[in-house]
């Protein structure tokens, strides 16, 4: 029995050591993981930012274009306005003649 005895308390001994191994292990990754987890918010809060940033700049770009386009516009039919009703005429004439083709 001493020797089985003997077993068990080295077996047991070994289980602490493995247990406490493990134990060091899971908080040595739990800091790692912490940390890990610092930077890639980091990071990801740098580049929400600058996309931001991006998304203002080119929204305000393509108001700029879309003044300018409209302004362009305006300033051409204000000058030719027969050519832009005559070709209002013609595509009205031609979506009717599309429609009233389907239905026959």
């Known amino acids: 029995m001493s020797h ?7 077996l047991n001994e070994a289980l602490g050591h493995l247990n406490e191994a493990a134990k060091e292990s899971r908080e040595e990754l739990q800091a790692l993981l912490a940390n890990g987890y610092t930077d890639l918010k980091a990071a990801i809060g740098s580049a929400a930012h600058t996309s931001a940033d991006w998304v203002k700049e080119k929204g305000q770009e393509a108001g700029e274009t ?10 051409s039919v204000r000058k030719h306005p027969w050519y832009y009703i005559g070709g209002a005429a013609l595509g009205g004439l031609v979506l009717g003649l599309l429609i009233s083709g389907r239905r026959q």
């Open 66 to 75: 879309a003044t300018l386009a409209a302004s362009t516009v305006d300033h």
């Open 4 to 10: 089985t005895a003997a077993s068990n308390e080295k």
